[in-house]
Nanobody, 117 residues
Framework: QVQLVESGGGLVQPGGSLRLSCVAS????????MEWYRQAPGKQRELVAR???????NYADSVKGRATISRDNAKRTVSLQMNSLKPEDTAVYYC???????????WGQGTQVTVSS
């Protein structure tokens, strides 16, 4: 059974930082591309960051320079460090694992990030 469990969300003030983590089980973690998505109320889910099995990374323009995605294959964990947070970063953040970019993949349950003063 595949499980992706996110953690690290919460309430943070504008300009603050958060580190989201996602622990995977039931998959051959090291060969999967890992992604972070987010969905704000009333908006479509959007890709935030991607890290391939080889360590290549991609970021949405909206977070470029403020976010860093990383993976620890030994711990079966992918992390997303978000700095200089803005109110528009408020969303539920989801972890996704997939073997190929076009796959639907496996999803976590999400973790809420709220950026507000």
């Amino acid at each position: 059974q595949v499980q992706l469990v996110e953690s690290g969300g919460g309430l943070v003030q504008p300009g603050g930082s958060l580190r989201l983590s996602c622990v995977a089980s039931g998959i051959y973690f090291s060969i999967n591309t890992m992604e972070w998505y987010r969905q704000a109320p009333g908006k479509q889910r959007e890709l935030v960051a991607r890290i391939t099995s080889g360590g290549s990374t991609n970021y949405a323009d909206s977070v470029k320079g403020r976010a860093t995605i990383s993976r620890d294959n030994a711990k079966r964990t992918v992390s997303l460090q978000m700095n200089s947070l803005k109110p528009e970063d408020t969303a539920v953040y989801y972890c996704n694992a997939k073997l190929h970019i076009s796959d639907y993949g496996w999803w976590g349950q999400g973790t809420q990030v709220t950026v507000s003063s």
